[in-house]
């Protein structure tokens, strides 16, 4: 079983950054597609970003690209979020999810991810 652990949520104001980690645990980290997906508050789950095992191919949900940038360490088991020039919207529960079977492209649907971390709150205030 693969442990997701969330972490660098929080309150900031319109304009700021934040940046979201995630530790799994495991030592077949490399071998997983990684994504963030988030929950705003009386909606449903919906993408974010996605990044292939390898790093090589990313892909971001069209209200996040230019703001938000997905990263991850093979090293370190980890994968990251940074996220820019946040607004009011983006406030929502964040969540980690790992895609054992992921191919060349990172899945952007909920049913191809395995794993997923309990999620961390992230508050945009205006």
């Known amino acids: 079983q693969v442990q997701l652990v969330e972490s660098g949520g929080g309150l900031v104001q319109a304009g700021g950054s934040l940046s979201l980690s995630c530790a799994t645990s495991?030592?077949?980290?490399?071998?997983?597609?990684m994504g963030w997906f988030r929950r705003a508050p009386g909606k449903e789950r919906e993408f974010v970003a996605a990044i292939s095992k390898s790093g090589g191919n990313i892909d971001y949900a069209d209200s996040v690209k230019g703001r938000f940038t997905i990263s991850r360490d093979n090293a370190k088991s980890t994968v990251h979020l940074q996220m820019n020039s946040l607004k009011p919207e983006d406030t929502a529960v964040y969540y980690c999810?790992?895609?054992?079977?992921?191919?060349?492209?990172?899945?952007?649907?909920?049913?191809?991810?395995?794993?997923w971390g309990q999620g961390t709150q992230v508050t945009v205030s205006s």
């Open positions: 999810a790992a895609d054992r079977e992921g191919g060349g492209w990172p899945s952007s649907r909920e049913y191809t991810y395995d794993y």
């Open positions: 495991g030592r077949t980290f490399k071998s997983y597609t």
